[in-house]
Every structure is written in C-alpha cells, then in structure tokens.
C-alpha cells in the first residue's frame, strides 16, 4: 500500500466527518477500508492520529468492524505521547477510550471520559460535533444504568447542538435513543411521533444500524400493546437492516432475543385456549354431553412450533453475544430461556437460568438485569409454593424465599429510573403476599397500589396480565372472616370478652406465626406476650404437637 494511504491528511478527516454527520455510511466506510493499512501501522506521532482514532471510534459505533479495532489502535498512544499532544487531539483519544468502555459495558468508566471532554466544551466551540457525539454518547451509557431523566437530558442537548450545525441526519439519529426514553418512561404517543420524524430524515440514507433500531423500538412498541403479530414483522425487518452492515452485529442478537420474547407470549396465549377447551370439554363430558375437539390437535401444533422458533433463535443470540462478550445481551437470553422453562414446569433450569443471568449481571453492577433475574426467581419460588401439598415445611422456605427476592427486585430496581420494572416488582411482591403460604390480602393491597402507581398506560403484555391478576386476587381475598363480621355488627352471641379475646387470639396469632417463620420467639416479640401462651394456643388450635 502506498505512503499516501498510510497518511491522515486534514482533508481525509473532513470527508470522514461529513460522511458521518450526513449519514453517507457506505462512502465512509470504503474510504476507512481504503486507509487500512493504519489500523495496524498507525504512528501515533503523525499528524492527526489521535484525531483519526476518535473518528474511527465513532464509525466502528455505527457498523464498521468491531470495537476491538478501536482498542487496538488506541494501545499505540502511551502516556508519553499523550502528554504532547494538543488539547482536541487529546479530547478525540478520550473519547475513543470512552467508546471502548461503553462497548464492554463499563458505563462508569465510560462516563468518566466523556465528563473530561464534556469539560472542556469552552475549548471546543470550533468542534461542536464531538460534543454532541460525547452528549449522546454519555445519553446511552445513563440509559444502560437505567438513569432515564438524566438520560434524556443529555440526549436532547446531543440533538440540539447536531441541529444548530445543520446536521439534520446526525440528529434523527440521536432522536431514536430520545423516543426510547419517552417510551420507557411510558409515553408511547411521544415515543412513536419522534420514531416518524427520525425515520423521515433517515429514510434515504444506507444507516441500515439506525434503521434497524427504529424498527427494533416499533417492535418494542408493538409488543407492550400487544399487537404480537406486528412485533415479529418489526423485529424482522430490525435484523434484516442489521444484517447488511453485519451478518453477526450485535443488535441482531437484540431482536432475536425480542422475537423469542414475543412467540413465547403468543404461545402462552394458546396455551390458556388449549387449557380453557380442555375444560370445556370436562364439563360436557360431566354432563354427558359430546363436545367437539375442534382445533385442538392445531393449537398444539403451533404452540410447539413456537416455542422451538423461540429456543433456536435464543441460541442464535447467545452465539453473537457470546462473540461480543455482552454481559446484559447474554444475561437476557438466560432470562428468556428461564421464562420458558419456567412455563414447561421444568423449575429447577429455569432457576439455574435465573442465576446465571443474576451472577452476569452483577459482574457489570448491571441492576436492571439483576432486577429482572430475581423476578423470575420470586415467580419459579412462588411456583414451588403452589407444587407443596398439605402443611409441608417446604412450603414456607419457598414462600420466604419468594418474598426475599421480590424485595431484593425491588431495591434493585429503585436504583434505577425504570418504572416498569418498579412496577413488576411490586405486582410479584404482591403475588408472594397472596401466595398459600402468607394468604395476607393486606400486604398484597399495599403492593397493589404502589404497582399502579408505577405502571403507567394501558398495556396488553404480560406483566399488565399479572397485575390484573394481583388485582383480582386482592379484591377476592378482601373478604372478612364472617365471624369477625359479625363480631364488628355487634353479634357476639352469649360470650364474654375473655372469650371473645381467646377467639380472636386462635385466628390471628396462627397467622402472624407462619409469617414469622413458625418461630414463637418472633410472634412473642411482636405481640408483647409470653411465648408459653403463643404455645398454648397455637397448640389448641392444632398447629403445634
């Protein structure tokens, strides 16, 4: 290759930066392949190395080769070099550094390099496309950590500095991280009108990255609705433009993982009408009525077609992400994988699953996936609640180790701005609470409230499911014991108080004890009484040998 390749000329540089800013993708990246010969050979004393290094980490963002490229060419620069170099040719190291971080999920690392450039943004009024790429990018790593006000505040000022330059494409694309939030924080209507304008302004650009997560966030959209069908085809149409700039991109893996998501709900869906037949069938049959088997023998067909869609692309996506070494990506596909086995039965993968995913995201300080991963815990717990039969002890290790996890969700999540995930928190707290073993409507109302307070919007997927089912629960289990009916209208019969107070005694204090953990001690502690009378009367009432 000749010299001439191997130099970084300004001119070269301003094409690049045009190419970016325009969304010219393919003309850009054919102009870095054509200067190949400095990703392995890059002096960096020459003129505009450290300047080449911030474009390349801001083309390898949008699709051309892999992150490690950056990390490889960033490696040339040490400490010694650094030191001379001018202040916005060191600006465009830092922010390459701050790219390599955001890649490998180290948000705070990330954020620390893009606060310094940030800093300086006085000094950088002759380069204000670095500090909006720097605002996005910081916009990106909050929303990792699930810290959507900020988040947004950082995007929106991105948005507005491409704006000013005149850099219309260059702004769509921070827009679509700008309607994720409102979606997130669950204004859809906002979340689809900002979704229009950026694809309006994108639509004849070759971004095939952006493009795909446009169509990644409709099928998100979609899916919350519950418009399932329209979810598919949106994230099919995702991998689609994400295969064109990289068979193996890492956003590939997003979507499939999303497209598993969505045909496990649908076969859930099928699974209620197999269910609900099955029934209908029993009671003609009781009745010694015929009943038609209708569809049956289709509905499990494509019931069973779903869900080895939804593993093989789960694979598929767990291959790619394992390549990028993605934490969340992975930690998510154990979780989906999780769900499935969980709606087999099949508890005890569905918890290794749950685990695997927990101790992945903890490696990262990821709480949005642990969050998530401790939910599907409470509900695999909750599930071996409901397998226990009679008075089994196992019953109420499984209980308090529902509600342990439910409780640890909801101080992850608190962490973070994700409402939604607050909300399902509370819904499975509430859930445990109504469980067979706790059976305290009370606690389960509290949860309840917090929930909805939470959720916002009127969604059809599965967790909107699970609140109306805590709903139904919590008013079903309202009802008072008819003979504290009665005692409060009055109707006390011939009984003295001493009586009354003993009756009271045998219906509460079993109660509270289950919810102690069978531990007189606690109950004693509670209530202000003596632990041989807690003894005595958990004994009359047959719940102590």
């Keep these: 290759?000749?010299?001439?390749?191997?130099?970084?000329?300004?001119?070269?540089?301003?094409?690049?930066?045009?190419?970016?800013?325009?969304?010219?993708?393919?003309?850009?990246?054919?102009?870095?392949?054509?200067?190949?010969?400095?990703?392995?050979?890059?002096?960096?004393?020459?003129?505009?190395?450290?300047?080449?290094?911030?474009?390349?980490?801001?083309?390898?963002?949008?699709?051309?080769?892999?992150?490690?490229?950056?990390?490889?060419?960033?490696?040339?620069?040490?400490?010694?070099?650094?030191?001379?170099?001018?202040?916005?040719?060191?600006?465009?190291?830092?922010?390459?550094?701050?790219?390599?971080?955001?890649?490998?999920?180290?948000?705070?690392?990330?954020?620390?390099?893009?606060?310094?450039?940030?800093?300086?943004?006085?000094?950088?009024?002759?380069?204000?496309?670095?500090?909006?790429?720097?605002?996005?990018?910081?916009?990106?790593?909050?929303?990792?950590?699930?810290?959507?006000?900020?988040?947004?505040?950082?995007?929106?000022?991105?948005?507005?500095?491409?704006?000013?330059?005149?850099?219309?494409?260059?702004?769509?694309?921070?827009?679509?991280?700008?309607?994720?939030?409102?979606?997130?924080?669950?204004n859809e209507a906002r979340a689809l009108q900002i979704l229009h304008d950026a694809e309006a302004a994108l639509s004849e650009t070759d971004d095939h990255l952006t493009l795909g997560n446009m169509q990644s966030?409709?099928?998100?959209?979609?899916?919350?609705?519950?418009?399932?069908?329209?979810?598919?085809?949106?994230?099919?149409?995702a991998i689609h433009h994400y295969r064109q700039r990289d068979p193996r991109h890492r956003n590939i893996a997003r979507s499939l993982n999303n497209l598993a998501n969505v045909k496990r709900l649908i076969a859930l869906q099928l699974l209620r009408k197999i269910d609900a037949d099955a029934a209908r069938r029993r009671k003609a049959a009781s009745k010694g009525r015929a009943s038609e088997n209708g569809g049956k023998a289709q509905h499990r067909d494509r019931f069973e077609q779903l869900r080895e869609e939804a593993v093989a692309e789960l694979q598929e996506a767990a291959g790619i992400y394992e390549e990028y070494r993605n934490h969340h990506g992975l930690g998510s596909v154990h979780l989906s994988y999780g769900f499935l086995h969980l709606d087999n039965g099949d508890l005890e993968h569905a918890d290794a699953e749950a685990k695997t995913a927990f101790r992945l995201g903890e490696e990262k300080g990821d709480h949005i996936l642990m969050a998530r991963a401790r939910l599907l815990n409470c509900m695999i717990e909750n599930a071996r609640v409901e397998e226990e039969i009679g008075e089994s002890a196992e019953r109420g290790i499984h209980a308090r180790e529902a509600q342990d996890c439910a409780h640890e969700a909801i101080e992850l999540a608190r962490q973070t701005q994700n409402r939604r995930l607050l909300a399902d928190s509370y819904i499975w707290q509430g859930l445990t609470y109504c469980n067979r073993f706790f059976d305290d409507p009370e606690s389960a109302r509290q949860s309840y409230d917090q929930a909805t307070a939470f959720a916002k919007g009127n969604h059809a997927d599965g967790s909107w499911e699970d609140l109306d089912l805590l709903k139904n629960k919590v008013l079903r289990s309202g009802r008072v014991s008819p003979v504290l009916r009665a005692w409060s209208q009055g109707a006390?019969?011939?009984?003295?108080?001493?009586?009354?107070?003993?009756?009271?005694?045998?219906?509460?204090?079993?109660?509270?004890?289950?919810?102690?953990?069978?531990?007189?001690?606690?109950?004693?502690?509670?209530l202000s009484m003596s632990p041989k009378k807690v003894r005595r009367i958990l004994s009359r009432v047959g719940r102590r040998k």
């Design 217 to 237: 966030s409709y099928g998100r959209i979609a899916r919350r609705q519950g418009r399932y069908q329209h979810a598919i085809e949106y994230f099919t149409a």
């Design 492 to 526: 006390i019969g011939d009984k003295t108080f001493q009586q009354l107070s003993e009756e009271f005694a045998e219906l509460v204090i079993p109660k509270i004890w289950e919810r102690e953990g069978r531990k007189v001690s606690r109950v004693a502690s509670r």
């Design 1 to 186: 290759m000749s010299l001439e390749a191997c130099e970084i000329s300004d001119d070269f540089l301003a094409l690049l930066k045009q190419d970016l800013v325009h969304r010219r993708v393919g003309q850009g990246m054919t102009r870095l392949q054509e200067r190949s010969c400095l990703f392995s050979a890059l002096d960096p004393e020459q003129k505009n190395a450290a300047r080449f290094a911030g474009y390349l980490a801001q083309w390898v963002d949008i699709g051309f080769q892999r992150p490690a490229l950056v990390k490889q060419v960033i490696s040339r620069f040490p400490t010694s070099i650094r030191s001379r170099l001018p202040l916005c040719d060191y600006l465009h190291l830092r922010l390459a550094e701050g790219m390599i971080a955001m890649a490998e999920e180290a948000t705070d690392d990330a954020i620390h390099h893009l606060d310094f450039v940030l800093s300086l943004n006085q000094e950088m009024q002759e380069d204000k496309e670095l500090l909006a790429i720097a605002n996005f990018w910081k916009g990106r790593c909050l929303r990792m950590k699930g810290e959507y006000d900020d988040s947004l505040a950082f995007a929106v000022k991105g948005r507005d500095l491409a704006t000013e330059l005149g850099h219309e494409p260059m702004a769509a694309v921070m827009r679509v991280l700008e309607s994720w939030l409102y979606f997130q924080k669950g």
